[in-house]
């Protein structure tokens, strides 16, 4: 692998763009924003829809805990760690409702391991998901 290298993997959902799931500049590996969907299906976890397509209910936490894996999945085909994790940003699309839950499961993820974090909240997704996290995180040659 050279000093700057781009990244891509089955084992995460496809972006939704053109653009990688990840991208190593130096000792920095900066991932794209990552979402819950399944990697294997691209179904959104808990997602529920009408006949006609339209958003019933969704799973808060099966989207935290999906997003999770996806992360993981995207630093480890990329050369990382879970506990290389430097930054995460985080995108709710309601803070008020998710924030306490998301707060709870993300202490679970990072009990000894504590990057830097900041949450922010959106009004919309590309997507219809909650959550995405955007990451940095560093790697050794």
């Not at 985080?90 to 993300?106: C, E, G, P, S």
């Not at 990072?110 to 959550?131: E, N, Y």
């Amino acid at each position: 692998m050279s000093k700057n290298d781009t990244f891509r993997t089955n084992q995460a959902p496809q972006p939704v763009g053109a653009y990688p799931h990840a991208r190593r500049v130096g000792n920095l590996l900066f991932l794209s924003g990552i979402g819950p969907r399944d990697a294997a299906t691209d179904d959104i976890p808990g997602l529920q829809r009408s006949p006609a397509g339209n958003f019933i209910t969704f799973d808060f936490e099966a989207q935290c805990h999906s997003v999770f894996r996806n992360v993981r999945a995207v630093l480890e085909s990329s050369g990382a760690k879970w506990e290389n994790l430097v930054d995460v940003t985080v995108f709710l699309t309601d803070m008020q409702r998710d924030f306490h839950t998301y707060n709870r499961i993300y202490a679970e993820y990072f009990k000894d391991h504590q990057p830097c974090r900041t949450t922010v909240g959106i009004t919309s997704l590309p997507t219809p998901i909650a959550i995405e996290l955007k990451c940095i995180a560093w790697v050794e040659y």
